[in-house]
């Protein structure tokens, strides 16, 4: 593994492993370009403007911000 300078670094190195990682994952779906139209964490309907945004979204916007968060706390330990 690569050193780094400081914790910040090795969390932004994480981060952005989980972003290619969730890419891929989509990549590897074979998906039409769309996403689900509800939530697959509260089963909340998506609404139409975060799909047409984020076409592949699978969790609501409060849900994904919860997901992103969890990770990146994570990462910090």
């Known amino acids: 593994m690569?050193?780094?300078?400081?914790?910040?670094?090795?969390?932004?190195?994480?981060?952005?492993?989980?972003?290619e990682s969730a890419i891929a994952a989509i990549?590897?779906?074979?998906?039409d370009g769309r996403g689900r139209s509800q939530c697959t964490d509260c089963g909340a309907?998506?609404?139409?403007e975060r799909l047409s945004l984020v076409p592949?979204?699978?969790r609501c916007t409060v849900c994904q911000?919860?997901?992103?968060?969890?990770?990146v706390a994570k990462c910090a330990h």
């Open 2 to 19: 690569e050193r780094f300078a400081d914790e910040l670094d090795l969390a932004q190195f994480r981060s952005e492993q989980m972003i």
């Open 27 to 31: 990549r590897s779906r074979g998906s």
């Open 45 to 48: 309907d998506i609404p139409a």
């Open 56 to 58: 592949n979204a699978i």
């Open 65 to 71: 911000e919860a997901f992103e968060f969890r990770a």
